[in-house]
């Protein structure tokens, strides 16, 4: 298998397609994010939904940063075992948001970013100045 050749040929059903992967960013709404296929060609309602989902996942990212679901001061294993999951959760949502935004689809990384950036300003910006108040250290590049 050729991995520099950009164009990837596929057959479905007896015909052969044709898959570019972009590498560099685009703007449309015919694009693949996360799953083959989706949205792919349909329609620009699926796009929408895309973006909605990645938008979603960025912003259950930061929420997931800044919030607590234990008690101040809890040592026992139940703690510790819903802090491990809360981390798995934030960290593969992180991973998939990541995953999408390598579609390089100019629309799907405006919406990870804008969500990320409410996800802050409602859950860790002065703007609300409420005390530090989350289970899991805020995520670090």
Not at 5 to 29: I, L, S, Y
Not at 38 to 46: I, N, T
Not at 61 to 90: C, D
Not at 117 to 123: E, K, P, S, V
Request: aromatic share 16%; net charge positive.
């Amino acid at each position: 298998m050729d991995h520099n050749n950009k164009n990837h040929e596929e057959m479905h059903d007896g015909n052969k397609q044709q898959h570019f992967m972009h590498m560099t960013f685009f703007w449309g709404t015919k694009s693949e994010v996360l799953f083959a296929q989706w949205p792919g060609d349909s329609q620009y309602w699926m796009y929408a939904l895309a973006l909605l989902f990645v938008f979603v996942m960025s912003f259950l990212v930061e929420w997931l940063s800044h919030t607590r679901f234990t008690k101040p001061g809890s040592r026992n294993i139940v703690a510790g075992l819903v802090q491990t999951l809360l981390y798995l959760l934030r960290v593969g949502l992180a991973y998939l948001v990541m995953l999408a935004l390598m579609s390089f689809n100019g629309g799907v990384f405006l919406v990870a970013v804008l969500a990320h950036a409410l996800g802050f300003f409602l859950f860790r910006s002065r703007a609300f100045s409420k005390p530090p108040n989350h289970d899991l250290p805020p995520m670090s590049c």
